[in-house]
């Protein structure tokens, strides 16, 4: 959610959020999620959208026996081996020509209070910053402010548009001082059925954020989406080519 | 809640309620193999592998793993691995729900980033024989399009069925256009549901016809399976569905 001052249609006196002028975000690991290890295939909350782990945790225990039985069901999303998790990155940059974001002050308070709604939409560019391939399209919700922080807590609930290739939903907390981690609640396309989690990062607030998906239960995602990614830094564009959505630096039907 | 101008840029979603589940147990596992009372869905897969009413394949499993451990342990994935399930229904604003409800919150006189609209409409089975339920959730403008005549819409929403559940999905609604959404989750027979759902406006914004792919649960109850009428603008509700004649909804319909 990279939010624009100029573009930015405040409907009331813009939020402290503007104001802010730190750059990416503090180093501070992202709370509460487990020290995450890609190879276990079991993150509770999110293995959860699995029909192996649903319902019951007694299909921690029983993954190791499945093998043995006649049916060995080894895909519970049917589509990428069990447990897979696919790594996507991408830049969300906010180029301030969309209007984005909206910040609806509606608890009428001069400071950002539970009340206020920021609907946002920003351009998406792949991890490479190679190619346009969509935007990101939702709302953040705003929970808490945090003076101490010099910051607020979101509850984020957005997408990520892929063009031809699908979306992907997710929803989480966002705020505006450190890094956090979104939950993957589904997806269309090349995307359908996918669980995980993002992990967000702020580059510039709140104009560049950099993203990384980790996926599973989708198909393996094509060449095109997985370069090799520029390392997220507050300088980092996108080249020329996939700013100007030439053909050549954009995915089929990039959304716009 | 303020009532919306139905104009040609008002998403689908119109109806204010507050649908109140009142979820009968015993009503529940009529609908359930197992008869077991809701809430413990869990023990429900449980039966559901040790009792009849299954696939061969579940019984075979059974005796295997019977044979191998003493605990008929069931497994979670021999009932509903990656089989995909269609369900169909129709969305329909009666206009009799004050929805939707359009906010125009960006202040401007064209369609902008800002807007919201809550909505919520009612739900009938595929086969338009039955009222399910209804929809509700929020659409949030994202664009307006003045070459295609239409808005993008980021909709978060959910489908209810009354005494079976419910369905949330959240993704892209194109006023000019037909759009896939993702199922991010459900409740009651939908628990743990992954997929997408197509949506097509049959007649903006009034009528949506919806597919839901689902993966990842029990097979679905007969009555929401019907042979589903294919979409035109002119389809209709049966009267007894649109009455809520008792055997014409599913039960306890989310009203």
Redo the contacts between chains.
């Keep these: 959610m990279a939010c624009s001052s100029s573009a930015l249609?405040t409907?009331s006196s813009s939020s402290a959020k503007l104001a802010r002028s730190s750059g990416s975000a503090s180093g501070s690991p992202p709370k509460t999620l487990l020290p995450f290890n890609l190879s276990t295939p079991f993150l509770p909350k999110l293995a959860?959208?699995?029909?192996?782990?649903?319902?019951?945790r007694?299909?921690l225990s029983?993954l190791p026996?499945?093998s043995?039985?006649?049916?060995s069901?080894a895909?519970?999303?049917?589509?990428s081996t069990p447990g897979k998790v696919q790594e996507l990155c991408v830049y969300e940059i906010n180029e301030r020509d969309?209007?984005?974001?909206?910040i609806?002050k509606?608890s009428q308070k001069p400071v950002n209070s539970l009340g206020d709604?920021v609907?946002?939409?920003n351009k998406l560019y792949s991890g490479d910053l190679q190619k346009r391939v969509g935007?990101t399209?939702?709302?953040c919700i705003l929970i808490q402010n945090k003076p101490e922080k010099k910051g607020d807590r979101y509850e984020a609930?957005?997408?990520f548009?892929f063009g031809d290739y699908?979306?992907?939903?997710v929803?989480g907390p966002y705020l505006t001082y450190e890094d956090t981690y979104l939950a993957v609640?589904?997806?269309?396309?090349i995307?359908?059925?996918?669980?995980g989690q993002v992990k967000l990062q702020q580059l510039i607030f709140p104009f560049k954020l950099f993203y990384t998906f980790y996926l599973k239960?989708v198909k393996d995602l094509p060449a095109e989406l997985l370069g090799k990614s520029v390392p997220p830094s507050p300088s980092v564009e996108p080249s020329p080519a996939a700013k100007a959505c030439e053909p050549q630096a954009t995915i089929a039907n990039f959304t716009d | 809640m303020a009532s919306a101008t139905i104009s040609s840029s008002n998403p689908s979603g119109l109806a204010s309620s507050s649908p109140s589940l009142h979820r009968q147990a015993k009503e529940i596992s009529t609908l359930n193999l197992s008869c077991q009372p809701l809430p413990p869905r869990r023990n429900l897969k449980l039966y559901t592998t040790t009792r009849r009413e299954t696939p061969s394949t579940r019984s075979a499993k059974l005796t295997t793993r019977a044979f191998f451990w003493n605990k008929p342990k069931p497994s979670r994935e021999a009932p509903k691995p990656t089989k995909v399930q269609e369900l169909s229904v129709y969305e329909i604003n009666e206009r009799d729900r004050g929805s939707p409800a359009y906010l125009r919150l960006s202040q401007k006189a064209v369609n902008s980033l800002g807007d919201l609209v809550p909505f919520t409409n009612k739900l009938y089975s595929g086969d338009l024989q039955r009222r399910l339920g209804v929809t509700s959730g929020l659409c949030i403008l994202i664009q307006h399009f003045p070459d295609k005549g239409g808005d993008r819409y980021e909709a978060i929403y959910s489908f209810y069925f009354g005494d079976y559940g419910h369905i949330s999905v959240q993704g892209p609604y194109l006023t000019y256009q037909d759009t896939f959404l993702a199922v991010t989750g459900g409740s009651g027979i939908f628990e743990g549901v992954s997929g997408t759902v197509k949506l097509q406006q049959i007649v903006f914004p009034f009528k949506l016809f919806y597919t839901f792919y689902l993966k990842g649960i029990p097979n679905l109850p007969a009555e929401l399976m019907g042979k589903p009428v294919p979409p035109s603008p002119g389809v209709e509700p049966s009267p007894a569905a649109k009455a809520c004649e008792p055997h014409a909804t599913a039960p306890n319909f989310t009203k």
């Design positions: 249609r409907i959860a959208a699995s029909p192996l782990s649903s319902s019951s007694q299909s029983a026996r499945r043995f039985s006649c049916k069901q895909n519970p999303a049917g589509d969309r209007g984005s974001p909206a609806l509606l709604l609907p946002f939409s935007i399209a939702g709302i609930v957005f997408s548009y699908g979306h992907i939903a929803q609640t589904g997806g269309s396309g995307f359908e059925g996918a669980t239960g």
